[in-house]
């Protein structure tokens, strides 16, 4: 599971870091930086994927698409684009990968001089229980610009298989982070877009040779998903009935159950419900995909990752609420906490969401500490990200919030409690929007 993430120097985040729970929250207004957030997870979770050595065998990686996202005002040649992300098992293992992209104007890169440009170095700190800390490197000694961290480990003879095992544990998840952005139109087939994210390489275990990376193939706006659906109904069928009984625990979907291609056109999908017909020549009701609701789009797409057995170990949903009647958004968010429950692979999905809707802020009243409020620092182009549970602790404090209290939960953690409808207020007023 992943607990924190801390990126620097990416596009408008000179230094952000986020403690991230089951679902995490970032709330803030256009143009404030929650896009490129996830751009940086979605780029470093690519180059890790590049760098597996199951796929590229001989082949060396080399960091590219360096210059175009680094934040404009970092120092020049002094300050890296990075990220560093914590990771934790069950049993409190735990690694802490960095990996720093920088400017390299060294003579000693065995590269060409354009790829030369751009340097790299990694490192990985592995704490096992009851163990001290052990640390690994690459790219420290000699400058580099090659991804090779992973691969080092991979042909470490000396180091123990526990340790090994858990780096490899590690980078597979790192490597399953994928971003999306799902638009009804699309999902429903009714439109097409080339997808923004590198989503062309997975970690997923192949299963048989005609199966597919769903991750993969649903692209960043989820125009893959219709055909993908008959694909799992055919083709994957413990994943199609785990997504059938997923979807069926969204209240507005208990009447789903199945689809399968139209007779008349098998270019066209057809969802079947049961909405209790009573005559025997028909028990169900057919409905093509473009008159489901977007609400049971939206959960379907989410059902289906959750249902792979490997999903996406961290998915991060843009605009959460696009598309969505605010009267569901309740059901949505609900139904996403509960999903991020042990998958039938022991793995426990999380997810990072976004919004600019005070509809999806009131739901995460309970969860203040999940939810990071984004600004932008128009006179540094800079992404301001900060927890709300924080913020609003220091306001309790002032008293400029009167009708809030902080308790402390059994770990002796300070949590805000506040009505949903003064945290609205406290949107819509500017005090935390």
Known sequence: MFTKITLKNYRTHKLTTLELGPVTLLIGNNNSGKSNLFAGLDHFAWLV???????????????RDYFPHRYRLAGEGIEPMSI??????????????????????????????????VGCRERITIKLSNKESKEITSGYNKPSN????????????SLPKLEKDLCRSFFRDFANIFSY?????????????????????????????????????????????????????EKEERTFSRFNALLRRFEA?????????????????????????????????DFPAEVVSDGILKAAVIALLISLRRPPTLTLLEEIENGINPGNIQLLIDWIWQSATPNPAGNIPQFILTSHSPSVLREFSEHLDNVY????????????????????????GIGSVADGEIIEDDQGKRLVKIPKYRLVELWHSGAIG
């Open 49 to 63: 994927r590049r760098a597996n050595p199951q796929h590229n065998k001989e082949a060396k990686v080399t960091v």
């Open 253 to 285: 979907a208990k009447n789903f159950i199945s689809v399968r291609p139209d007779n008349n056109n098998p270019q066209k999908v057809i969802w079947e419900f049961d909405l209790g017909r009573k005559e025997t020549s028909r028990s169900l009701d």
């Open 373 to 396: 409020v984004t600004r932008l620092d128009k006179r540094r182009f800079q992404s301001d990200v900060r927890n709300l549970n924080t913020a609003l602790e220091t306001l309790i």
């Open 181 to 233: 952005h799902f638009q009804p139109a699309l999902l429903k087939g009714l439109a097409s877009a080339q997808p923004r994210s590198k989503h062309n390489l997975s970690d997923n275990e192949p299963t048989k040779k005609e199966n597919i990376s769903i991750p993969v193939e649903l692209g960043y706006y989820g125009d893959n998903f219709q055909d993908i659906l008959i694909h799992t109904k």
């Open 146 to 157: 090659l991804i090779n961290l992973r691969r080092k480990i991979e042909s470490d003879t």
């Open 84 to 117: 560093t992300i914590d990771w934790t098992t069950g049993d409190q293992q735990q690694i802490t990968y960095e990996i720093e992209l920088y400017k390299n104007d060294s003579n000693h890169v065995e590269m060409n001089s354009r790829e030369g440009e």
